[in-house]
């Protein structure tokens, strides 16, 4: 009887340690939560934020490993890969943030005019100016680092974002900020560069005046004479002076803005 008594409470010693080690095994071998799969609590966790128009924010979402940003109205707030969020219309949008577990967060964002200089409030959209002339779109965003223009032949920008306007027809100017977003404005030029006369007559040894209409003051001229008559005067101006150098009829060409030639007939007597 004893020996059956030790017997038994041995083999129950026994079970109680094999559930234990199976018990062990299996905590080892679990997958961990998404909670503890997080190194980042929600600690600076940005539920709501507020921006203004133009402005930009590095949005907390409190995770780790995070792959993937999405925002539910790009015309009220965009979001960038690295979760920088600029205001680009007043309203109210959602910013989520997914990571490698397929765990997300989400932000309410609530974008406010601005008063600043670059806002909404002057934001070119559209614009229309006459060959010559010289623009800056008010774009509505910070910290510009690239401009350009769809159409150079049109209208050239350089990277303080003045527009110079060559010649007629439409190009799109778009501004591209330090956090890679851009909002873009038509722009639409009404005229051509031209001559205050086409046809002149102009005596051997002597000079006739005329203007060039829609020239660029920073882009210089380009002539090309004839042995009857040639155009005396600086490349840099728009009052052109052309000598007649001996008597007979020829066609002068003038580049003007870089992209637009226009002829000159001459009549030398």
């Not at 925002?71 to 707030?77: A, D, E």
């Not at 577990?101 to 006459?130: A, H, M, P, W």
């Not at 690239?146 to 110079?164: D, E, F, L, Q, Y």
Request: glycine residues 6%; contains cysteine.
């Amino acid at each position: 009887m004893k020996f059956k008594r030790i017997f038994s409470i041995t083999l129950i010693v026994a079970l109680i340690l094999s559930i234990a080690s199976i018990n062990t095994v299996m905590a080892s071998n679990t997958v961990p939560t998404l909670a503890s799969q997080n190194s980042q609590s929600s600690v600076g966790y940005d539920e709501n934020v507020k921006i203004k128009v133009g402005h930009s924010k590095q949005l907390i979402m409190g995770m780790s490993d995070i792959t993937k940003w999405t925002t539910s109205n790009k015309n009220i707030v965009q979001v960038s890969r690295t979760g920088i969020i600029t205001g680009i219309n007043a309203g109210k949008a959602t910013v989520t943030a997914t990571n490698k577990y397929k765990f997300s967060r989400k932000c309410n964002v609530i974008v406010t005019k601005s008063n600043d200089s670059q806002s909404t409030i002057g934001y070119d959209e559209k614009l229309s100016i006459k060959a010559g002339k010289s623009v800056t779109p008010s774009m509505g965003m910070d910290n510009i680092k690239k401009w350009t223009s769809s159409n150079t032949k049109i209208a050239k920008v350089n990277k303080k974002g003045v527009v110079i306007a060559l010649q007629k027809g439409k190009t799109t100017i778009t501004a591209i900020n330090k956090n890679g977003f851009s909002r873009s404005c038509v722009l639409t030029v009404t005229t051509s560069p031209k001559l205050s006369k086409t046809n002149i007559v102009v005596n051997k040894g002597k000079c006739a005046n005329i203007k060039i209409l829609g020239k660029a003051k920073s882009i210089n001229n380009k002539y090309t004479n004839s042995k009857s008559a040639k155009i005396i005067s600086s490349s840099k101006t728009s009052n052109l002076k052309v000598k007649g150098i001996r008597k007979g009829k020829s066609t002068l060409k003038i580049k003007v803005n870089g992209v637009k030639s226009i002829n000159l007939s001459v009549t030398v007597k």
